[in-house]
Nanobody
Framework: QVQLVESGGGLVQPGGSLRLSCAASGRIFSIYAMGWYRQAPGKQRDLVARITRGGSTNYADSVKGRFTISRDNAKNTVYLQMNSLKPEDTAVYYC???????????WGQGTLVTVSS
């Protein structure tokens, strides 16, 4: 089994910052990429940011310049630093891991981020 444990969500005021973490454990091997998706109420789940094992990154246009994804390969952990948060960033954020040579996917349980004054 594969476990993804997310942390770092919460309530923050507009303009504030949060840092999400996701640690992967269990029968997870040959991790290809790790990333974060988000889903707002009534909307589809969309990619926020993704990083490959080699360090290549891609971001949703809406978060470029505000969010930074990073990873610790030795700890199988991915981070999402979110700055200058906006109310439209409010969503449940899900960690995603592509492993087994990018043939399998695992998802975290989700962590709620609420941006509100």
């Amino acid at each position: 089994q594969v476990q993804l444990v997310e942390s770092g969500g919460g309530l923050v005021q507009p303009g504030g910052s949060l840092r999400l973490s996701c640690a992967a454990s269990g029968r997870i091997f040959s991790i290809y990429a790790m990333g974060w998706y988000r889903q707002a109420p009534g909307k589809q789940r969309d990619l926020v940011a993704r990083i490959t094992r080699g360090g290549s990154t891609n971001y949703a246009d809406s978060v470029k310049g505000r969010f930074t994804i990073s990873r610790d390969n030795a700890k199988n952990t991915v981070y999402l630093q979110m700055n200058s948060l906006k109310p439209e960033d409010t969503a449940v954020y899900y960690c995603n891991v592509n492993y087994a040579g990018n043939t399998l996917d695992a998802w975290g349980q989700g962590t709620l981020v609420t941006v509100s004054s």
